[in-house]
């Protein structure tokens, strides 16, 4: 596996590389999640460039950067295991310079949920990623349905700027109690994280409901605002694929999205019907 620590460097090792490239930004901390993400990028690709950067634009002042896990040499390990033909892994220094051009996320999807609660957040998101892009030349990238509407934008984005490279969504990888991996979850005490199982449950109570017949959305997350009760809830959502709520849940088009806080941590989770 070849450490690329600046674009320069990654642009040399890929020019020795023929045929597609996957690619899978993260922002390290690696978890059984991520190296779904890269599996799938492996059976797919004759090139797996995976990228681990924790992009400084995209946290909020007083959100958690300097204390975002980092976990260089597991993370190393667990690329080279997987498979990974070239890590990227740039500091900031690398990927941004002074006073530059940006990214805005779209007024509306991009100021909603995640958005409204981050305002700014997407823009460094759409703004790394469209870095990230041009400097790897992607055939292929792949990213978590776990993050909805930062997947939605994504691929909104590639298609505004006609790119030509295919976005990949990935099914959420949980612990068998359901919770959903996250490198967040480091900061969860034990009796927090029990806390926090209560975002997949209210989901799966949410699935178990539209199985049995009830669609309604009103009657869903009442429910679901039961059973999260004693979090401190930011949103829970039913929405269509295009990020418009809905009355009812409609099968292939519908996602319910939950943001709560579990003490000071801020996770996030959703179910795609
Ligand atoms: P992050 O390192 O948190 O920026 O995540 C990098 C990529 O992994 C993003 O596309 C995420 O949506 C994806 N991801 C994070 N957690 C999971 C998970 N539990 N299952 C599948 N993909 C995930």
Same mark, same amino acid.
């Given at each position: ?43 797919? +690709? ?30 190393? /390990? ?5 498979? *990974? ?6 500091? $900031? ?5 002074? #006073?530059? *051009?940006? =990214?805005?996320?779209? #007024? ?21 990623? =469209?870095?990230?892009? +041009? ?12 993050? $909805? ?5 994504? =691929? ?6 006609? =790119? ?36 997949? $449950?209210?989901? /799966?109570?949410?699935? /178990? ?24 809830? !930011? ?11 809905? !009355? +009812? ?25």
């Amino acid at each position: 596996m070849i450490i690329a620590r600046s674009a320069q460097e990654l642009k040399d090792a890929l020019a020795l590389k023929t045929g597609s490239i996957g690619f899978v930004p993260t922002m390290g901390a690696l978890h059984i999640g991520h190296r779904t993400l890269i599996d799938a990028a492996r059976k797919e +690709n004759d090139t797996v460039v995976v990228s681990i950067f924790v992009n400084p634009t995209q946290f909020l002042p007083g959100e958690d950067l300097s204390k975002y896990p980092r976990r260089e040499e597991a993370d190393f /390990k667990i690329c080279e295991l997987s498979g *990974v033909d070239i890590l990227f892994y740039p500091d $900031a220094g690398g990927m941004y310079g002074e #006073d530059e *051009v940006r =990214m805005c996320a779209p #007024d509306v999807r991009g100021f909603i949920l995640e958005g409204a609660s981050r305002p700014g957040h997407f823009d460094g998101v759409l703004t790394v990623v =469209m870095k990230l892009f +041009n400097i790897v030349s992607p055939t292929r990238a792949y990213f978590g349905k776990k993050d $909805a509407q930062q997947l939605a934008l994504i =691929m909104q984005m590639v298609n505004n700027f006609f =790119m030509k490279i295919e976005i990949v969504p990935m099914d959420t990888v949980r612990e068998n109690d359901g919770l959903a991996l996250s490198s967040r979850n480091v900061y969860l005490s034990p009796a927090e994280r029990q806390e926090a199982l209560k975002l997949s $449950a209210a989901l /799966k109570s949410a699935t /178990k409901m539209v199985m049995q017949g009830n669609i309604n959305s009103a009657d869903i997350k009442a429910n679901m605002e039961t059973i999260l009760a004693p979090l401190n809830v !930011e949103y829970v959502v039913i929405v269509n694929r295009g990020f418009e709520s809905i !009355e +009812n849940v409609a099968i292939g088009d519908t996602i319910i999205l939950v943001a709560a806080r579990v003490g000071v941590t801020r996770l996030i989770d959703n179910v795609w019907m």
